[in-house]
């Protein structure tokens, strides 16, 4: 039985905001969502920036053309050594494996869904020569 949108529970993340946190993700960290999903599926995004917009609108840094989902839907933030997703009070919300989300950590493997377009956060620490 599925669950109605009143019957799953909203997370919040209440550490400070790490928009205040102008530093991009260090080099020895990668990250990327990875397309499941939707018009873009199979393609993927580096994440490279302390603050990545994600929506349909042409000024996102992550661009997906689907329909439903807002011009600026959610972000993906780094900051005090953690990535970050939060909603910018989109239209049909967006959604951390399964539950919605106003703000909170992800890790890898997390699954994001915004509109009818779902996708991986993959974060990894690379080897340094």
Same mark, same amino acid.
């Given at each position: 039985?599925?669950?109605?949108?009143?019957?799953?529970?909203?997370?919040?993340?209440?550490?400070? =905001? *790490? +928009?205040?946190v102008?530093?991009?993700?260090? &080099?020895? #960290? %990668?990250?990327?969502?990875?397309?499941?999903? /939707? *018009? @873009?599926?199979?393609?993927?995004? !580096? $994440?490279?920036? !302390? %603050?990545?917009?994600?929506?349909?609108?042409e000024?996102?840094? $992550?661009? $997906?053309?689907?329909p439903?989902? +807002? =011009?600026? @839907?959610?972000?993906?933030?780094y /900051? &005090?050594?953690?990535?970050?997703?939060?909603?910018?009070?989109?239209?049909? /919300?967006? #959604?951390?494996? /399964?539950?919605?989300?106003?703000?909170?950590?992800?890790?890898?493997?997390?699954?994001?869904?915004?509109?009818?377009? $779902?996708?991986?956060?993959?974060?990894? %620490? #690379?080897e #340094?020569?």
């Amino acid at each position: 039985m599925a669950s109605s949108p009143q019957d799953q529970k909203t997370y919040h993340f209440d550490n400070p =905001r *790490p +928009s205040q946190v102008e530093e991009p993700p260090p &080099a020895w #960290l %990668r990250a990327k969502l990875v397309v499941m999903t /939707g *018009p @873009h599926k199979g393609e993927e995004f !580096a $994440i490279t920036h !302390a %603050r990545s917009i994600i929506g349909r609108g042409e000024d996102s840094t $992550i661009t $997906i053309n689907d329909p439903s989902m +807002s =011009r600026h @839907h959610a972000e993906v933030l780094y /900051g &005090a050594s953690e990535f970050r997703v939060r909603d910018l009070d989109s239209s049909n /919300g967006t #959604l951390l494996n /399964g539950s919605v989300v106003e703000e909170y950590a992800i890790r890898n493997g997390d699954k994001l869904t915004m509109g009818e377009t $779902i996708v991986r956060f993959q974060g990894e %620490r #690379l080897e #340094l020569a």
